[in-house]
């Protein structure tokens, strides 16, 4: 029997296979069973399910290094069942780093990308839009591989698993750099909604979290850039956006969980570091967040921000009780065709009791809040959107199908919601 990280959902799957060369890999996918890529499970819903064979990748030796840097060109090809901290921790050590890193180093570069999953910050787009190439077995056990330039690339990145197993992804690098992490309280929702592009802009990374109950934003966590060698502010001053706009720098170490210890998380009070270890909210040699939890996120257009802010506002007796705490981020858009981010959006993620009842019971109520205003759903956690309007809002879904239909005539690569999804 097995289960995803978060303990609600048992997958259908009849076996896990860990296949150690290629070679293994492509003799399985050219069988009979339905098969699907299987990550760090951090997925919330049953994006990668199936009722045949999970694959594990992280385990197998192609001839090249795990993590492995082309100096000349600075991107790195890695196993795409690593995980991000991994990667993260071996391009530190080469001077070479990612632009940006998910709220958790602990999840697979392959699961992230191909479900869109995202850090956060007005300029940074989410993790698949440093992908440049992939390596993948199709169903057929053929080794394909596809580069940014070929017709198919924006429609295999963002592919959920439905097109092949991902072996390989190659990623775009840049030097590495340092980065400062502070945590302010007590932002005003006025002053957010009438400063939001200057609150969100205000750092390389910014997240805010909430219970949406609360008189003000109860935290803003700020990452920015800082410069090597040069003295940095050992606090934030009064000068500051932030604080002008009446928030207060914490004195002391925060989780985004109120009452939950601190010492899983980043370092925090303006202490600078390498980016691999500022940019998630938590470090990778801890258990991520609590565990014991279910997830939810929405993406809008940047455009209806402040009218979200306030539906949710609205919503805040509602979905308060059922909360561990909830998080607004913005990222960039990009060009991918299952990208959610098809242009500058706004993320409202909620990170939920383990409740699976109640919180199904009051999904429905915040997507008739958010879809009215352009919501999309994030591939891998828990939402009810009907299926045939998930499909209807990216234009590029027909061409998806086609491609998925090309590549796995047979549909064995599907399972769990992509079959539902592929099949509207």
């Given amino acids: 029997m097995t ?7 048992t997958y259908s799957s009849q076996r896990v296979e860990r296949p150690e060369t290629l070679e293994q890999l492509q003799e399985l996918m050219a069988g009979t069973d339905p098969v699907r890529a299987l990550g760090s499970r951090h997925s919330f819903s049953d994006v990668a399910d199936t009722t045949g064979v999970h694959v594990e990748v992280d385990a197998i030796d192609d001839g090249r290094p795990p993590v492995e840097l082309d ?16 990667v993260a921790t071996a391009l530190q050590a080469s001077g070479r780093a990612l632009s940006n890193l998910a709220s958790l180093p602990h ?26 190439g992939l390596e993948l077995v199709t169903a057929s056990g053929d080794l394909l591989t596809l580069r940014r330039g070929d017709a198919d690339f924006p429609g295999a990145v963002v592919a959920l698993g439905a097109l092949g197993v991902v072996t390989r992804v190659e990623l775009a690098t840049r030097p590495t ?28 990374s910014v997240s805010l979290f909430t219970s949406w109950d609360e008189p003000t934003v109860r935290e803003v966590w700020r990452k920015a850039l800082a410069v090597p060698g040069e003295a940095t502010p050992a606090a934030v001053g009064p000068d500051d956006v932030l604080v002008a706009l009446g928030a207060k720098p914490a004195t002391g170490p925060h989780h985004p969980i109120p009452g939950v210890d601190p010492a899983a998380c980043t370092a925090q009070l303006g202490v600078p570091g390498p980016w691999h270890e500022r940019l998630p909210h938590f470090r990778l040699d801890f258990t991520p967040s609590v565990g014991d939890e279910l997830q939810s996120e929405y993406l809008v257009p940047r455009a209806r921000a402040v009218e979200a802010i306030e539906a949710l506002r609205r919503l805040g007796p509602v979905v308060a009780p059922l909360l561990l705490t909830s998080e607004i981020r913005t990222v960039a858009a990009d060009d991918l065709w299952l990208s959610p981010f098809d242009e500058d959006r706004i993320g409202f993620h909620f990170t939920w009791v383990a409740d699976g009842q109640a919180v199904r019971a009051v999904l429905p109520r915040l997507e008739d809040a958010l879809l009215p205003l352009g919501a999309r759903a994030h591939w891998g956690k828990l939402s009810t959107v009907p299926l045939a309007d998930v499909a209807a809002d990216y234009p590029r879904f027909a061409d998806f199908r086609k491609l998925a239909g090309h590549l796995d005539p047979a549909g064995r690569m599907r399972g769990g919601y992509v079959e539902r999804l592929l099949a509207v």
Avoid: K, M
């Avoid at 750099?177 to 390389?204: H, I, K």
């Fill in 71 to 86: 100096a000349a060109t600075g991107v790195v090809s890695v196993n795409g069942g690593l995980r991000h901290g991994v």
């Fill in 177 to 204: 750099f340092d980065v400062r992490q502070d945590v302010l309280t007590g932002l005003p929702w006025d002053a957010l909604a009438e400063n939001l592009d200057a609150v969100t802009g205000s750092a390389y």
């Fill in 3 to 9: 289960v995803n990280w978060a303990g609600n959902l």
């Fill in 107 to 132: 999840i697979s570069v392959a699961g992230a990308v191909a479900t869109a999953t995202h850090g956060s910050g007005n300029g940074n787009q989410c993790l698949a839009g440093d992908v440049v």
